[in-house]
């Protein structure tokens, strides 16, 4: 991950904090299913979705109620514990997974989970008991956030901005058909560009069966952006067939975080053939640049760090990730692709 987001508390969170201080009042409970378990406030809710919440939670309970208190406790602890992200990024926990395949109660409650994201977070009555909806929290989350315009997960695809006429769609970090007890977890939905976030790339896989066992926490307020190197294996006159090498470094060693994120997101075949699709373009305006005759009166020295400098400016304001790694790369490894380009503004 190349940059972490700041976190938002605002009243959509709610819903996840009334969803497991449901499971926490039934720990318990043996008796007939009582309203008093709901929140008040999450009773308006409630009233509101009679059958894919209460009805739902009913048939839960009728279930979970029957189970020796051992069971009863491991039940709500595995979902409280799927919702600590910060500890299963670390590696401290492996959350519940449940797929399309399980029956009886975890059927029952993968279904009921999946149903708050889809049916309820953003549904008429959160929306008229908090006087919201989740583009409101897309717009001031991105506002708190408005220093990130390039994707933080993949530092080459852009972001929506606060107010955008469309909004980026929110990625489940831990896919929610496999980990639906995160479902509504704001820690566990993130904002990421669109090819991150699709099929593609990410998708529905399994987080945690592609990772190292540990992974990049999204919103690690101690997080340090990584170091990126370029470096060409096979060098060739058509810079789109250069066979790049990447490399990748962590101030702080996050080395297992790095292979995981490269393993999820793909990075290392997305950074390659974005390098192919612009290093021709990158080194055309750096020789231009140093060949302008505006910049004639600078000796040549000047006129390359100049160049550079700009580059790494653009970077550190977050304009841009890879392009100056790869553009060191290819001024340092490269003699067909260069020579080519350079050519070619004589033809």
């Known amino acids: ?55 739902q939670l009913i048939a839960i309970y009728n ?12 039940i709500c602890n595995q ?16 959350p519940v997974s449940l797929d399309n395949k399980v029956r009886g109660l975890k059927k029952l409650l993968r279904d009921f989970f999946l149903n708050l994201y889809d049916q309820v977070l ?3 009555a959160f929306r008229n008991k908090f006087h919201t909806t989740l583009l409101e929290h897309f717009n001031k989350f991105r506002s708190l956030n ?11 695809g852009e972001l929506k901005m606060s107010k955008s006429k469309t909004r980026d769609q929110y990625d489940h970090f831990l896919p929610k058909s496999l980990y639906p007890f995160s479902s509504v977890n704001f820690e566990n939905l993130i904002l990421c560009c669109k090819e991150c976030n699709s099929f593609d790339v990410k998708g529905d896989n399994d987080t945690i069966a592609l990772s190292t066992g540990r992974l990049f926490y ?35 060693g996050k080395v297992d975080e790095i ?39 600078m000796p040549e020295e000047d006129r390359k ?20 790694p790869v553009l060191d790369g290819f001024l340092r490894d490269s003699v067909l692709a260069r020579a080519q380009i350079e050519a070619s503004v004589y033809i």
Not at 63 to 74: A, G, N, V
Not at 146 to 156: E, H, R
Not at 218 to 241: A, M, R, Y
Not at 264 to 292: H, P, T
């Open 79 to 94: 979902i409280k514990n799927s919702n600590n992200l910060e500890l299963i990024c670390s590696g401290g926990y492996i």
């Open 1 to 55: 991950m190349i940059n972490s987001y700041k976190y938002l508390i605002s009243c959509h969170i709610m819903l996840h904090d009334y969803v497991i201080r449901f499971f926490e009042k039934i720990e318990h409970e043996t008796g007939a299913f009582d309203d008093a378990f709901f929140d008040p406030d999450f009773y308006d809710i409630v009233k509101r979705h009679p059958k894919i919440i209460k009805t």
């Open 259 to 297: 292979q995981s994120w490269r393993s999820i997101y793909d990075i290392d075949a997305r950074y390659s053939d974005f390098a192919k699709g612009r290093v021709e373009k990158w080194y055309r305006f750096y020789w231009e640049y140093l060949n302008d005759a505006d910049m004639a009166h």
């Open 63 to 74: 279930i979970f109620k029957r189970l020796d208190q051992t069971t009863r406790t491991t």
């Open 146 to 156: 408005k220093d990130l315009t390039l994707c933080p997960t993949c530092g080459i």
């Open 122 to 124: 953003d549904g008429d």
């Open 218 to 252: 999204p919103f690690d307020f101690s997080h340090k952006q990584l170091s990126i190197s370029f470096g060409i294996n096979t060098d060739n006159v058509k810079p789109e067939e250069i066979l790049w090498n990447i490399t990748y470094s962590s101030p702080d």
């Open 305 to 324: 760090l100049a160049c550079l400098k700009a580059l790494e400016l653009d970077e550190k304001l977050r304009l841009s990730f890879i392009r100056k």
